[in-house]
């Protein structure tokens, strides 16, 4: 079946370093893959997104590249910010069955001053 | 554009008793997802709606449970007899359009515990 693992969580940084939040995936085919962020108190967003291999997803400054090969979709910024505190959360919806997303159990991320 | 609405917010409830939610999507939006979030993990599929028509549901969904869209609107999801094990986090999503391109648009939540 579909799945997504992330990395074990959870991780805290300062601010202005680097992120990186590892995903994987077991998929047939070529799924699209998203990135979701869910805010204290709020509702999951759609962060980022890659419909093909190779494609690279990016928004407020998080980056992601589809890599078939290494079936991975890893979220990347570059200096992180107090505000990008959150669980982060690796999805997949399947190319042939239907709508359904699966995600992976979610990073929290803190970042200190 | 209000986003998606979930009511309540939070519900406890003793075991055996039914419990429903209701679920307010973004008016144009055509389809309506209900997931499900225990502490420590990622939503877990439910069911969706394809306006009024129930389309797909998960094994998860027992015969305890069962959702409803009458007008293609709002949508409700009932839990009758509740045991510990439906406490969770119910998610509720909407979006417009179909794959490849949709979006989904999903509420805070209703927070069910089970006493």
């Known amino acids: 079946g579909n799945s997504v693992t992330q990395m074990e969580g959870p991780v805290t940084l300062s601010e202005e370093a680097f992120l990186t939040i590892n995903c994987t995936y077991t998929?047939?085919?070529?799924?699209?893959l998203f990135w979701y962020v869910q805010y204290p108190g709020e509702g999951l967003q759609l962060l980022l997104k890659?419909?093909?291999?190779?494609d690279k997803g990016s928004n407020k400054g998080f980056e992601a590249t589809y890599r078939k090969e290494t079936t991975s979709f890893h979220l990347e910024k570059g200096s992180v910010q107090v505000s990008d505190s959150a669980v982060y959360f690796c999805?997949?919806?399947?190319?042939?069955?239907?709508?359904?997303?699966?995600f992976g159990e979610g990073t929290q991320l803190t970042v200190n001053p | 554009d209000t986003g998606v609405s979930q009511n309540p917010r939070h519900k406890i409830t003793k075991r055996g008793q039914n419990v429903t939610f209701r679920c307010d999507p973004i008016s144009e939006h055509n389809r309506l997802y209900w997931y499900r979030q225990t502490l420590g993990q990622g939503p877990e599929f439910l069911t969706y709606f394809q306006n009024e028509a129930q389309l797909e549901k998960s094994r998860l969904l027992s015969d305890r449970f069962s959702a409803e869209r009458p007008k293609g609107s709002f949508s409700t999801l009932e839990i009758q007899r509740t045991e510990q094990g439906d406490s969770a986090m119910y998610l509720c999503?909407?979006?417009?359009?179909?794959?490849?391109?949709?979006?989904?648009?999903f509420g805070s939540g209703t927070q069910l515990s089970v006493l």
């Open positions: 999805a997949l919806r399947p190319e042939t069955s239907g709508s359904r997303l699966t």
């Open positions: 890659a419909t093909k291999a190779d």
């Open positions: 998929a047939t085919g070529y799924p699209s």
């Open positions: 999503a909407s979006s417009e359009t179909g794959v490849p391109n949709e979006k989904l648009f």
